[in-house]
């Protein structure tokens, strides 16, 4: 009996957190994207100190120049500095689909483990609620609500967070169901532990870093959702400005050949995003040495 | 378990997402954008006027009853009205879908033609440089704000190249669309003959497929690679190597196992085509369904947009749906689990 109870203590699995770290450190492409997103963040944060110019000071007189050693990103139609208008735009670029990631991240979690832990007809009703949002494509489910809901940050964060939500249920879920028939699953109850504090304290944060690297695929999603809401007039809009309306504003000076004014907005969501991607895919390699080099 | 039973499984299973995907759709139409009759009344209306329009529009009745009323108007195909255009949003629905429908399937036919062979390649040629070329691509192309690579290609062969039409809808102007049977331009002007129309309508389709076909080759390349890898390493292809098939054969076996479950990834595929087309026929001004309902936000008339999402998650659940179905017949296992 004691035996039995010992060897269920020590099959805990231990933390995998600093063991994923390690193996972050020893993957060059996976570094070199962290590094990005390390850089990207400081660059948001330190914006006044950084950027060359005031993101909105205009000047006439070097409206709509192309790149120069004065201007690295060009000019727009105002005389404003791209280089900086794109350094401060980053702020919202990063921390909007942030706060949506953790928002739907602890809201999903939560809901997810109530579902896989409880079962029965809540766990049924929640999974056809989570099949129903799924059917409706993100962009397109935040095209509705923001509509609906009128894009203020507030609400696009939200949006973004909304469509999120049924993905960690159906991870956290699953997980849930793996994890509560375990050895220690079985000993905390034995021990006489409440459901809540089993779930929360034994039981979820096993599942942390799947969802960890659910939540890292997802911010670049979510980036890509926002840009494209905001592209479409739908999202962020001025005097707020973030890659995807600055693109759709630099759109319009195409056709009289202002490349710069469209091309290095939408590079900035695509390089953030294929940071984020590329942190996600090294992280489940990890977690799954099986799928290396398969997916 | 029998053909027939499965069948009906499938289709009841439809069911509770369809009641989903209506109660969402509800909720964001009629519940969410504060009180419609406010709207329909303006806002110099005396209460009494806007008592009057409440009762009319069913708003004082109790929510499940608007529900049902909703569902009932689905039903009879009633999506509402566009307040911009003054006529039912199916109508205009209806004539704009041609549109939309000669996109899409245009996009996944491309694809499909090319992430299909890049997948193979990929896995056939495994950690070779072909395979790392190909993963990169694809990493950088699921990266891709799917309006910028619209833009980058308008720029550079509009612009810069000059091989491509302006990007403005589906026909080159001073030419009348051709006697319409399908709806879809291409096959119309083959099938009356009308070589200008196919030219040009070719023309005006290729820059915008190729955006939204660029959007979906990499996450559909990358599913026929892994499904093809799995297949390469199991038993009865080890067999075949053993028995000294040659190679092309092999390949060609493996490649017909791998194509099986490849068609179930056509339904979410079709799902990022829908996604992107909003997008897409915004950047290229294709009269399509996704164009107009972006164009009715502009003036906040918010029945199509909302119309909008509905019908792209009913053809979703449908598209799914029936790609189960011929899965289901095509590979007799799916039926048993």
Not at chain 1, 261 to 288: K, S
Not at chain 2, 175 to 203: E, F
Not at chain 2, 244 to 272: C, E, H, M, S, W
Not at chain 2, 314 to 328: A, E, K, S, T
Request: aromatic content about 8%; charged content about 15%; overall charge neutral.
């Amino acid at each position: 009996m004691t035996d039995s109870a010992l060897s269920a203590v020590s099959t805990r699995p231990k933390s995998r957190l600093p063991a994923m770290w390690n193996r972050l450190r020893r993957n060059p492409v996976t570094f070199g994207a962290l590094t990005v997103i390390v850089v990207l963040a400081l660059v948001a944060i330190l914006a006044p100190v950084i950027a060359p110019f005031d993101p909105d000071a205009t000047d006439p007189a070097v409206a709509l120049e192309g790149p120069s050693w004065r201007n690295l990103l060009g000019t727009d139609v105002y005389g404003r500095d791209q280089l900086s208008r794109l350094i401060f735009a980053a702020r919202l670029d990063l921390i909007v689909p942030c706060c949506a990631t953790m928002a739907a991240l602890v809201v999903g979690a939560l809901i997810g483990a109530l579902s896989g832990y409880r079962g029965g007809w809540m766990d049924q009703l929640i999974m056809r609620m989570v099949e129903a949002v799924l059917a409706f494509p993100a962009l397109v489910l935040a095209m509705g609500l923001t509509a609906a809901l009128g894009n203020s940050i507030g609400n696009i964060i939200l949006t973004l967070a909304i469509t999120q939500v049924p993905i960690y249920i159906r991870l956290i879920r699953g997980e849930m169901l793996r994890v509560r028939e375990m050895e220690y699953a079985e000993a905390a109850r034995a021990v006489g532990n409440p459901p809540w504090r089993i779930v929360l304290v034994h039981l979820l944060p096993n599942c942390i870093p799947p969802l960890i690297v659910q939540a890292t695929l997802a911010m670049g999603f979510a980036l890509l959702t926002m840009a494209a809401l905001s592209f479409l007039g739908l999202g962020i809009r001025p005097p707020d400005s973030e890659w995807g309306e600055m693109t759709a504003e630099g759109a319009n000076h195409m056709v009289t050949g202002e490349w710069w004014l469209f091309v290095f907005p939408g590079l900035a969501v695509m390089i953030t995003v294929l940071a984020f991607n590329l942190v996600g895919d090294g992280l489940r390699d990890f977690l799954d040495p099986r799928m290396r080099g398969v997916r | 378990m029998s053909l027939a039973l499965y069948i009906l499984r499938r289709l009841m299973s439809v069911v509770p997402t369809l009641f989903g995907v209506t109660l969402i759709s509800f909720f964001l139409t009629y519940v969410l954008p504060g009180n419609p009759a406010l709207v329909k009344a303006g806002p110099l209306a005396t209460p009494e006027y806007l008592a009057e329009i409440e009762r009319k529009m069913g708003l004082d009745q109790p929510v499940w009853v608007q529900y049902g009323r909703y569902v009932g108007g689905l039903f009879r195909g009633d999506l509402g009205e566009s307040s911009a255009t003054g006529r039912p949003v199916l109508q205009d629905f209806l004539q704009r879908l041609p549109a939309t429908l000669e996109l899409t399937l245009a996009s996944l036919i491309l694809a499909v033609l090319i992430g299909v062979p890049l997948g193979v390649l990929s896995a056939v040629h495994r950690d070779t440089i072909v395979d790392h070329l190909g993963r990169i691509v694809g990493v950088a192309g699921v990266a891709m704000p799917t309006f910028w690579t619209g833009l980058l290609f308008i720029y550079v062969f509009f612009y810069v190249v000059g091989w491509a039409p302006p990007p403005l809808g589906r026909l080159a102007s001073g030419l009348s669309p051709p006697t319409s049977i399908t709806g879809l331009y291409v096959i119309d002007s083959l099938l009356t003959a009308n070589w200008p129309a196919l030219w040009s309508s070719l023309g005006q389709l290729a820059l915008p497929a190729f955006t939204l076909a660029f959007s979906v080759m990499a996450p559909l390349a990358r599913m026929v690679r892994a499904t093809m890898l799995e297949i390469l390493q199991s038993d009865y292809i080890t067999a075949a190597w053993a028995a000294g098939l040659p190679r092309r054969r092999v390949i060609g076996d493996a490649l017909r196992n791998a194509l099986i479950p490849v068609i179930t990834t056509i339904g979410v595929v079709f799902g990022f085509l829908m996604a992107g087309n909003a997008v897409v026929e915004t950047v290229f001004a294709w009269p399509g369904i996704g164009h107009y309902a972006v164009t009715a936000l502009m003036t906040k008339d918010s029945g199509p947009i909302q119309s909008f999402v509905l019908f792209v998650a009913i053809m979703y659940v449908i598209v799914n749906l029936v790609v189960d179905l011929l899965y289901g017949l095509v590979d007799p296992r799916v039926r048993l689990g």
